[in-house]
């Protein structure tokens, strides 16, 4: 199991982490009526706590809230609040170590119905040892019987609890299968995403990703990376992708806050070539740009 650490941030103070009371009544638990955003917090090599594109992610937590129609959270929050209280955090617990905060919207109006306007709602933050999901040498991918649950159904690029239900069918049976993860395909049966990360090929030294329009997380990572690859002459397209193709890429890899770079090295009992140059060449990039560590991306950056 991952360690989570002692203190965590609940109903604007910070409490030890069995003191936080959700009730079995409220709108979180009986409908997964909450929305969430991951993002790391690093030492980078002069010792300094930083976080990673932390405006963006209370950005996302707002725009999932906003999406599933979550009301009171913009009324409440701003960024500066935000960020305050991910020092309070971050400073109880005395992080010396690489570390995720998880940050989560839970409506917690009690027997409200499905509904979710105008309902209370109450923040919560954690924070646990950073541990890859994935292999970081190679990850082996099946893909899912399960299709992934579109726009219409519940929009992927909203980070709600509840949908999550989705990744958990489809990562549980790749395991069961004696899988690291799944890729998702959506009901065009074009490449979607992992469980829980974005997915890149690159083909005749071109970097592909789906588009945003293919029921995917538009993850902070991926943007990430799309502009990092670009900053370093690297073309890329955002596009539909066929299964097939990626059986005969010449390189796959996985990115996001979990998952941070990593090589896919077989799909559906297919050996992918790999780690080839690119994903190197952006794997060893994104690392010092998360860590902090990078004095050309120090605008993703925020000291705590």
Known sequence: MVQLYEKIF???EVIGKNNARLSVASSAVLY??????VFPVSINKEGQKVSFRLTEHFQRLTNSAKIIGIDDFE????????????????????????????????VDAQI????????ST?????VYKAESILPRKGARLKTSVWRRIPDYAIPSRAKVNGA???????KQDAIDSGYDDC????FNGHVCELSAANIFMVRHGQLITPDATHDLLEGINRQTIIQLAGDQGIEVVERSIDLTELYIADEVFACGTSAYLTPIIEIDARKIHGPGKITKQLGRL???????????YSGFITPL
């Open 164 to 170: 999550y239900v989705n990744s958990v069918l489809a």
């Open 286 to 296: 994104h690392a010092e740009v998360i860590k902090g560590d990078s004095y050309e």
């Open 75 to 106: 009324k409440n929050w701003n960024l500066e609040k935000f960020i305050d209280a991910t020092k309070k955090l971050i400073d109880a617990n005395d992080i010396n170590e690489d570390v995720f905060v998880r940050a989560t919207v839970h």
């Open 122 to 126: 109450v923040v919560s933050m954690f």
């Open 112 to 119: 409200a119905g499905t509904r979710s306007r105008g309902l």
């Open 183 to 186: 890729i998702f395909l959506d």
């Open 10 to 12: 609940y109903d604007n």
């Open 32 to 37: 997964g009526l909450s929305v969430y955003t």
